[in-house]
């Protein structure tokens, strides 16, 4: 599962606790704590698969990334017009 600081696209595709573990403080502590995190999951079989699975069932690819750009500069599109 990844570890990862939540930054730019980590912050996107990483869901702290759900696809994955997130730390938002740079630092050696809030790497600790996000490993200690993943530690503890990983001590319940059933939690580890849960976030084993989410991440597998995310779409990453360009494709669905187009559609939620498309979807959002139609709501702005439609904010301008009213």
Do not use: K
Request: hydrophobic fraction near 45%; aromatic fraction near 12%.
């Amino acid at each position: 599962m990844p570890i990862v600081y939540r930054t730019g696209g980590l912050a996107d595709t990483v869901e702290d606790g759900v696809t994955g573990f997130a730390f938002r403080t740079f630092s050696a502590e809030g790497l600790l704590e996000a490993l200690d995190r993943a530690l503890r999951c990983y001590e319940t079989p059933a939690a580890w698969r849960a976030v084993q699975r989410a991440g597998m069932q995310r779409d990453f690819s360009w494709r669905a990334a187009a559609r939620r750009y498309a979807g959002l500069y139609r709501s702005l599109a439609m904010r301008a017009r009213a």
